[in-house]
Nanobody, 125 residues
Framework: QVQLVQSAGGLVQAGGSLRLSCAAS????????MGWFRQAPGKEREFVAA????????TYVDFVKGRFTISRDNTKNTLYLQMNSLKPEDTAVYYC??????????????????WGQGTQVTVSS
């Protein structure tokens, strides 16, 4: 079982930037794909981005492409989400997650076995 601990989020003005991090422990971090999801009030949890176990492959949902960057540092067992050009509609609780399959790849919530505690990101207009 892997444990994921997320950094604090924050309040930022529209157009600003924020970087989230997610520290993993309890399993060989570098063998598993990781992802970020988010959930806005009254909405379903939605996929944001994923990165393969090696970091060589990434994918993003259309509405964050060109603004968000997912990355990982396997030497530090840490996942990151750099968010630029933030918009009020990016306001949500953001969750990191680890794929349940060694060297697996997926973008659906069901593909991910463990989740961080969530962190609030609020973008003001």
């Amino acid at each position: 079982q892997v444990q994921l601990v997320q950094s604090a989020g924050g309040l930022v003005q529209a157009g600003g930037s924020l970087r989230l991090s997610c520290a993993a422990s309890g399993r060989t971090f570098s063998n598993y794909a990781m992802g970020w999801f988010r959930q806005a009030p009254g909405k379903e949890r939605e996929f944001v981005a994923a990165i393969s176990w090696s970091g060589a492959r990434t994918t993003y949902v259309d509405f964050v492409k060109g603004r968000f960057t997912i990355s990982r540092d396997n030497t530090k067992n840490t996942l990151y989400l750099q968010m630029n050009s933030l918009k009020p509609e990016d306001t949500a609780v953001y969750y990191c997650a680890v794929d349940g399959r060694c060297t697996g790849w997926g973008i659906f919530a069901a593909d991910f076995a463990s989740w961080g505690q969530g962190t609030q990101v609020t973008v003001s207009s």
